[in-house]
């Protein structure tokens, strides 16, 4: 007997504190508002339970047919209380749904997942709660579940709802107790529910607190907007210093203006979208990694017609510096040309594949995407593959050469020549590389290179002619520098502060950042 006693107590204290019943169910279907949210919130303080009818009331899957209520899924009908199937009588209507109930109910099933046992789903129910009115009788309900709560993430998101709703109680204690718990918290609605607040506070003492917490979160939303401007800035760098790389080599080299390289990065783009295309038909199950593919076969699109230019039209203008400026700017316009023939004059779309899209949430005001962050990476093993290039191969060594002293190089037996034309290969399948990159952040057209070609020149100029080190800085400065000034001043004026900072900068030094080695004998 004591254990069947015992027995009854152990499942009474298990038992849900509400459960689903044909009343609730009546009262969410009946049409009166004010019944509907009394049996909603009834339904927030119940189990889980409650859920499958929210949602399939949400769907329009709920009929109704005198006093009770039946869920409708294609040509079968259940009971919407007890799940058995039933006969739909001829008479059922649909259960009619405001845009306001509806809100509420979405907002309900967020309330009643707090006591899901899955974290992530508590988890996913606190931010979608985030934009809900926060009466006293949620925040009771929010404050049940922060004890609860085993799990700090969970648990100090909860304790800023709370505090957040409590900021609007009639209680003097409770503002002042939510004002303090507010004070850490890093968020824009955070910060507009203070301002709101102290606008109409009259309490002394809740105005001090107030004030405090307000300054302290818009100091940490400070910061959170200068990492992301930060964080802009090396993204764009990145991309200059991907653009640069290739030019920084032929310009060092061989000191040609090539006015077709932003060319070379509009060429590897297009390999990517014909990549993208052939895995997308031939290899749909490999699709999420085509950029493996894509990234060597644009470098070697580019790097084939770059060799081409080379060969064709370079090689008869060493020298003499504005005919090849002309002569590689007529190869651009033939090349976008040529481009628009192809694939037509507008845009094309190359596809995140899956592992790149979404974003990383620092905080509430920072977010890092992830395809910014793959080409951050991209480009610090791009360099250090060319640094290990330079500094480590034969073909470094007599690139080097070449670019210090031609005639002594000669004169060892180096091949200049030769080493010309590989270079600038080198150079146009680093501009290839670019493009891939490029593709990841925004559309393909046959202009593209035309908006990194200046840029591209000013990184080469403002960290020395041939030296890597000098366009990694100038690349990822110009990039952190051009953000804070277009967050300050607008794109423009931003564009028109570096070009006289880099016009002033050359007059006192010519050489850039990093002078080269050795003696320049050309």
């Keep these: 007997m004591l254990r069947l006693i015992v027995g009854l107590l152990l499942a009474m204290s298990v038992a849900p504190a509400m459960a689903l019943d044909r009343e609730t169910i009546a009262q969410l279907t009946g049409g009166d508002p004010d019944e509907q949210h009394k ?45 058995t199937p039933a006969e739909l009588p001829a008479d059922a209507e ?50 049940k579940a922060e004890q ?7 648990r100090d998101a909860l304790r800023q709802m ?11 204690v409770q503002r002042l107790s939510a004002a303090q718990a507010l004070r850490t918290t890093i968020s824009g609605r955070v910060r507009e529910a203070l301002k709101t607040r102290l606008a109409t506070e009259e309490d002394g003492e809740v105005r001090v607190a107030l004030t405090r917490s307000l300054r302290n979160v818009e100091s940490s939303l400070a910061i959170g907007e200068n990492l992301g401007v930060v964080f802009s800035g090396l993204s764009l760098g990145s991309i200059l210093l991907l653009a640069a790389l290739g030019l920084a080599i032929t310009y ?70 504005l005919e090849t400026l002309l002569a590689t700017w007529g190869v651009s316009l033939i090349l976008m040309q040529a481009v628009r023939s192809l694939f037509g004059a507008q845009n094309v779309q190359v ?59 000669r004169c060892v037996g180096v091949d200049s020549a030769r080493i010309d034309t590989m270079a600038f290969a080198l150079g146009s399948g680093l501009a290839g590389l670019a493009g891939v990159a490029l593709s990841q952040v925004g559309n393909v057209g046959p202009d593209l290179g035309q908006h990194y070609i200046v840029d591209s020149f000013m990184v080469v100029v403002l960290g020395g002619v041939g030296q890597l080190a000098g366009a990694v800085y100038a690349a990822l400065g110009l990039g952190v520098a051009g953000k804070i000034l277009e967050n300050m001043a607008g794109a423009v004026l931003a564009e028109i502060a570096l070009l006289i900072f880099i016009v002033v900068f050359i007059q006192k030094r010519p050489q850039g950042l990093f002078a080269l080695g050795g003696r320049q004998a050309d």
Excluded: C
């Design 351 to 409: 596809e995140n594949p899956a592992w790149m899209s979404g974003r990383v949430f620092v905080t509430d005001n920072l977010e890092l995407p992830y395809n910014r962050i793959v080409i951050l990476i991209f480009s610090v093993g791009v360099l250090l593959l060319v640094s290990f290039l330079l500094a480590r191969t034969r073909l470094g060594l007599f690139v080097r050469a070449v670019t210090q002293n031609r005639g002594m190089a």
């Design 94 to 143: 649909d259960a009619s749904t405001s845009n306001s109930l509806r809100l509420a109910i979405e907002e309900t099933i967020a309330l009643i997942e707090l006591a899901s046992p899955d974290h992530a789903a508590r988890l996913e129910a606190v931010k979608r709660l985030q934009s809900a009115e926060l009466d006293d009788s949620r925040v009771s309900l929010l404050a």
């Design 162 to 172: 709370r505090a957040l709703g409590e900021l609007q109680s009639a209680d003097r």
């Design 252 to 321: 060092g080299l061989m000191g040609v203006i090539n006015m077709a390289h932003g060319e070379m990065m509009m060429i590897g783009a297009y390999a990517t979208y014909v990549v993208q295309n052939l895995f997308r038909a031939h290899l749909p199950d490999y699709f999420q990694w085509y950029l493996a593919a894509a990234a060597p076969a644009a470098f070697l699109v580019a790097a084939l017609v770059g060799v081409a230019i080379e060969r064709t039209v370079i090689r008869f203008l060493y020298g003499r510096a």
């Design 148 to 154: 609860k709560e085993r799990d700090a993430s969970v």
């Design 39 to 83: 049996a909603l919130d009834a339904a927030a303080r119940g189990d889980l339970s409650a859920i499958p009818f929210l949602r399939d009331l949400l769907a329009d899957r709920v009929k109704l047919s005198g006093d009770k209520a039946f869920i409708v899924d294609g040509d079968k009908a259940v009971d919407a209380l007890e799940r």
